[in-house]
């Protein structure tokens, strides 16, 4: 409870324009800067060494103590130098299915000089490091676990150093419109889409079937005895198996009345498992949810939109 009330006060003192427009340049305004644990330590180390050194009058005390002092300094300035002017821009979020790991892209450019040990964290998640070379952008891509389907919204980045020495933390917030669809989690339980032809074409697609026969194809240890072509292996042709396949419309509607599953999360997994099959089979397929339809077509465009409009789907009121 005390973490999370921390949390949002850091929030509302280090708060920025939301979303940001990129790219993001990390100027001096934006950065913060504080000991570590260790700084603090070594601070109260310092202490005691020139209160020893007060007591005891010994010069050589005096010496070590400030030059402590001193490299301290020095090594705040470049942890504050390694951060900043800093340039970032958001990357590339590829959708998901629930269950797997959404990635979050984000590209960091230095203008000059080489950084080092640069770390970008979501809030709660662990940080993604890189090493910053000018001229060569590095890209980063943050891990987020999925469990349901829907839009992921990435958040507030925290983007920190504590380069050289790790007595400073030096930090900046950056918040990018960032998001990853996680599409419905396919479920294999759900077999085959329909076979019935619902679209106006007549033209058939062979897929998986046991009606006609299809083609003899090499024999795989498992296959039942009866699939066997016993007439081809007397012929000395060796073993082959018999490939049956059942006829399909070259236009497939995947409907929501069709889908099986009594609530609405089981029923877009089944309609997300027939969209994979329909298009590894190179049928051309269409998707009618309750108020929304979209036309049968096929390929990678039409299959990511088909698999976006159930990960976004919401069951009218």
Request: net charge neutral.
């Amino acid at each position: 409870m005390l973490a999370d009330l921390r949390q949002s006060i850091s929030d509302w003192i280090f708060r920025a324009n939301v979303p940001e427009t990129p790219p993001v340049t990390l100027v001096q305004r934006r950065i913060f800067i504080l000991p570590t644990r260790q700084g603090y330590v070594f601070a109260f180390t310092l202490v005691l060494l020139l209160l020893a050194s007060i007591n005891y009058t010994l010069s050589l005390g005096f010496v070590l103590t400030f030059l402590l002092a001193s490299m301290a300094g020095v090594a705040m300035l470049h942890t504050w130098r390694n951060l900043a002017h800093l340039r970032l821009r958001p990357g590339r979020c590829d959708p998901v299915f629930a269950g797997e790991t959404a990635h979050f892209g984000v590209t960091l450019e230095t203008p000059s000089l080489t950084r080092f040990s640069i770390a970008v964290r979501r809030r709660g998640e662990e940080p993604v490091y890189a090493d910053i070379v000018v001229g060569e952008p590095a890209g980063l891509a943050l891990p987020c676990a999925t469990t349901r389907r829907g839009r992921l919204r990435c958040g507030r980045l925290e983007v920190f150093t504590r380069y050289p020495v790790g007595l400073f933390h030096a930090w900046s917030y950056v918040e990018f419109d960032l998001a990853v669809v996680v599409y419905p989690r396919p479920d294999p339980l759900a077999g085959n889409p329909p076979s019935l032809a619902h679209g106006d074409s007549e033209e058939g697609i062979p897929i998986p079937g046991d009606e006609e026969f299809n083609m003899l194809r090499a024999y795989r240890p498992g296959d039942a005895p009866k699939l066997i072509a016993w007439k081809a292996l007397a012929r000395g042709r060796g073993m082959l198996t018999k490939e049956f396949s059942a006829s399909a419309s070259s236009e497939l509607w995947l409907d929501w009345q069709d889908a099986p599953g009594a609530s609405v999360e089981a029923r877009l997994s089944a309609l997300a498992h027939w969209v994979l099959q329909a298009e590894e089979y190179g049928q051309g397929y269409g998707l009618r949810l309750p108020g929304h339809s979209i036309a049968p077509d096929r390929g990678d465009v039409h299959r990511a939109r088909c698999l976006e409009a159930l990960a976004l789907f919401e069951e009218p009121q």
